[in-house]
């Protein structure tokens, strides 16, 4: 176990609809082994698409994924932002991006990250075209001069199943790129 998180530290991951949630699980483990602590994850509406919260809840103390009113007591953002000591977004889709650059809170997940003052990762997946865009750009360099910390994506090679095309695109970092990611945001908080 790292020295930078405690057995107490508590991890709030922000799971969104991109089709790389769908090996959130994956993460999950791999940031337990390397720092303890306990894990919340709040999924977006889309994210349930890709992955069902039952399956999520095999790895983690807690889901979140709804926007029941009689889930609020529990599960208000204010709330949400402070039981947690560092959140992650994994994976962060450009729509979340532009959210959070903006100050936006259309759902629960966007709420809480302006709610919280704790360290804040996001982790973007998406297309090479996306990525590059320069209004994703901008986003991104909001996010950063915000003090939240973007993780650049790694570029993976795979097959476009349309076109049978190999191509590469930003993806997440493997689980063991993203316990890198996360230490020194823990050493600092």
Same mark, same amino acid.
Do not use: C
């Given at each position: /176990?790292?020295?930078? @998180?405690?057995?107490e530290?508590?991890?709030?991951?922000?799971?969104?609809?991109?089709? @790389?949630?769908?090996?959130l699980?994956e993460?999950?483990?791999?940031?337990?082994?390397?720092?303890g +602590?306990?894990?919340?994850?709040? /999924?977006?509406?889309?994210?349930?698409?890709?992955?069902?919260?039952?399956?999520? +809840?095999?790895?983690?103390?807690?889901?979140?994924?709804?926007? @029941?009113?009689?889930?609020?007591?529990?599960?208000?953002?204010?709330?949400?932002?402070?039981?947690? #000591?560092?959140? %992650?977004?994994?994976?962060?889709?450009?729509?979340?991006?532009?959210?959070?650059?903006?100050?936006?809170?259309?759902?629960?997940?966007?709420?809480? %990250? %302006?709610a919280?003052?704790?360290?804040?990762?996001?982790?973007?997946? /998406?297309?090479?075209? /996306?990525?590059?865009?320069?209004?994703?750009?901008?986003?991104?360099?909001?996010l950063r001069? #915000?003090?939240?910390?973007?993780? #650049?994506?790694?570029?993976? @090679?795979?097959?476009?199943?349309?076109?049978?095309?190999?191509?590469?695109?930003?993806?997440?970092?493997?689980?063991?790129?993203?316990?890198?990611?996360?230490?020194?945001?823990?050493?600092?908080?």
């Amino acid at each position: /176990m790292s020295n930078f @998180a405690t057995p107490e530290t508590r991890f709030l991951i922000g799971a969104t609809g991109s089709i @790389a949630v769908t090996r959130l699980p994956e993460y999950l483990g791999a940031l337990r082994t390397a720092f303890g +602590g306990s894990y919340t994850v709040l /999924m977006t509406h889309t994210a349930t698409n890709f992955l069902s919260p039952h399956a999520v +809840g095999l790895s983690a103390e807690r889901v979140i994924a709804r926007e @029941a009113p009689e889930d609020w007591p529990t599960d208000k953002p204010s709330r949400l932002a402070a039981d947690h #000591d560092i959140v %992650l977004v994994l994976p962060a889709t450009a729509n979340v991006l532009s959210a959070a650059a903006a100050g936006a809170a259309p759902n629960r997940l966007t709420t809480v %990250l %302006l709610a919280t003052e704790r360290p804040v990762l996001f982790f973007p997946h /998406m297309g090479t075209a /996306m990525w590059r865009n320069p209004a994703v750009r901008r986003n991104v360099a909001q996010l950063r001069e #915000d003090g939240r910390i973007v993780v #650049d994506p790694v570029e993976h @090679a795979d097959r476009d199943v349309v076109t049978g095309v190999v191509a590469t695109h930003p993806a997440l970092r493997e689980p063991d790129g993203v316990v890198t990611a996360v230490r020194p945001a823990l050493a600092a908080s």
